[in-house]
């Protein structure tokens, strides 16, 4: 892992409460790629998603730690978030649009599609029993000041 | 969230004031209900004027007040939302049936 410039590890128990405290915590720091105002939200809104159903669907609101493993190499941002909770059957069902194993509480089923939309690569591996980790990617395009930003975070290490 | 009825025009105004998550839907939700049986508007406005943050849970919370006020005679529309919430909104297809209208900050 030559290439990596920065990581970092993040766990926290499974409530919905600390969904803000982690995407907050993963675009403060995503904010060294200098990201767009855009770009930023739909990180946030990504890791909401993973982040919603680890809780609600992995350890079904059940008390479980969720895990979160941020990396950046070069420019793209490598979010891995998972959990020890129930897996998911068939993950392709799951990633359909509005697709809901919880349709009475309102859940809309657009997770995966959004996580899939506003982020550049999703990837989830499943054990049924095991858990679940769901691997985003996104390179933040180059804005003027990325690599003044890149040499300021390796320039204060 | 914070409402306002306007008896005339039988509008209920709904302004959120909070980010839209699975941990802040569920009390909005119940909120939003109380005050669509009680007043039983022929139009809900949501305000998304101080919502900085919504994802695909904010989507069950329009569409499951769409089924109601509808329900009960009236319709839905959305105002001031930013453009992060508006691409949430565009994915689900959630914009083919509720409209996105103009709000501006009401006297009274």
Do not use: W
């Amino acid at each position: 892992m030559n290439n990596l410039n920065n990581e970092m590890k993040l766990e926290f128990l499974s409530k919905s409460s600390n969904e803000a405290f982690a995407r907050i915590t993963v675009a403060a720091f995503a904010a060294q790629l200098d990201p767009t105002i855009e770009e930023l939200a739909d990180i946030k809104t990504a890791v909401s998603e993973a982040v919603t159903n680890a809780i609600i669907h992995g350890y079904e609101e059940k008390k479980g730690i969720v895990k979160i493993r941020c990396q950046i190499i070069n420019e793209e941002l490598i979010i891995e978030i998972s959990d020890n909770g129930q897996g998911i059957e068939n993950i392709e069902l799951a990633k359909q649009p509005l697709y809901t194993t919880k349709p009475n509480l309102e859940r809309s089923g657009m997770g995966f599609t959004i996580m899939e939309s506003f982020m550049d690569e999703i990837e989830i591996e499943s054990i049924v029993g095991m858990g679940t980790k769901v691997t985003m990617k996104k390179t933040i395009k180059n804005n003027s000041e990325t690599e003044d930003a890149l040499q300021f975070a390796t320039s204060c290490d | 969230m914070e409402s306002k009825y306007y008896n005339e025009e039988k509008l209920l105004i709904l302004k959120l004031t909070e980010e839209i998550d699975e941990c802040t839907v569920q009390k909005i939700r119940r909120k939003a209900d109380y005050e669509i049986e009680r007043y039983m508007p022929r139009k809900v406005i949501f305000d998304f004027n101080s919502v900085t943050f919504m994802d695909s849970a904010g989507i069950g919370l329009i569409i499951g007040r769409y089924r109601i006020a509808n329900m009960l005679g009236g319709t839905v529309e959305i105002a001031n939302v930013t453009d992060s919430i508006k691409k949430v909104l565009e994915l689900s297809g959630l914009l083919k049936i509720i409209k996105i209208t103009e709000l501006e900050e009401m006297a009274g």
